[in-house]
């Protein structure tokens, strides 16, 4: 069975500052994992996905995540905030063969002041 | 490309009343799901399809019922409606790969709904 886990339900920095939003996951097999955002009254968007190819991932608006086996974990950073990147965002997981079955987290609810 | 569509925006019911969310997508995708999403709860499953004429329950199916007789549509009907079920729904859309590794779900913009 997966699982998610953000460990962070809000997190609040400060404009040019870096994002750490932090994520663990349960799997019992080699998991695709996703990062999504979600603006204020909006549907989902990509930011990246990870399927077993490097570990480190680049996505969209400066975003990566890397992932460690070792520690379950697939955190999701940016060097320097920006305003637009207040949102909320879901970490999820998604078994091989499940057809695409998602497991999403709760969220973290990024605020950025300036 | 319209890409994943939905209708209504929003939705106001009485309880028991019973309604169809609508969803459709213009990717030739295979792989078509309902979500709805609550407060502190991100998204959770209720229905899926994995082609035409093939559907299953997710995590919270009770009170849902869906069908898929193209490709292209995938509807939600709920048939009596509770306050339990007011929450934003999600439709999500994606396609198989050759390797089987999942791929990214395209979401619609979502209906919100209401039950009173």
């Known amino acids: 069975a997966q699982s998610v886990t953000q460990l962070d339900s809000h997190v609040s920095v400060s404009e040019g500052t870096p994002v750490l939003l932090r994520c663990n996951y349960s799997?019992?097999?080699?998991?695709?994992l996703f990062w999504y955002v979600q603006h204020p009254n909006k549907g989902l968007q990509l930011l990246l996905k990870?399927?077993?190819?490097?570990?480190l991932v680049k996505g969209i608006n400066g975003f990566e995540a890397e992932f460690k086996k070792s520690e379950t974990s697939f955190h999701l950073t940016k060097p320097s905030a920006h305003m637009s990147d207040a949102a909320e965002y879901f970490c999820v997981v998604s078994d091989p063969g499940s057809w695409g079955k998602l497991q999403f987290g709760a969220g973290t609810q990024v605020v950025v002041t300036p | 490309n319209a890409g994943v569509t939905q209708t209504p925006k929003f939705q106001v019911l009485k309880t028991g009343q019973s309604m169809t969310l609508q969803c459709a997508q213009d990717m030739n995708h295979e792989y078509m799901s309902w979500y709805r999403q609550d407060p502190g709860m991100g998204l959770r499953l209720i229905h899926y399809?994995?082609?035409?004429?093939?559907?299953d329950q997710g995590e919270v199916p009770n009170g849902y019922n869906v069908s898929r007789s193209t490709t292209e549509d995938f509807p939600l009907r709920l048939l009596s409606a509770a306050p339990s079920q007011t929450s934003v729904y999600f439709c999500a859309s994606s396609y198989r790969t050759g390797t089987g590794l999942n791929n990214e779900q395209f979401f619609g913009p979502g209906t919100r709904l209401t039950v009173l």
């Open positions: 399809s994995v082609g035409a004429g093939i559907t």
């Open positions: 799997s019992s097999y080699s998991p695709s």
């Open positions: 990870y399927t077993s190819a490097a570990t």
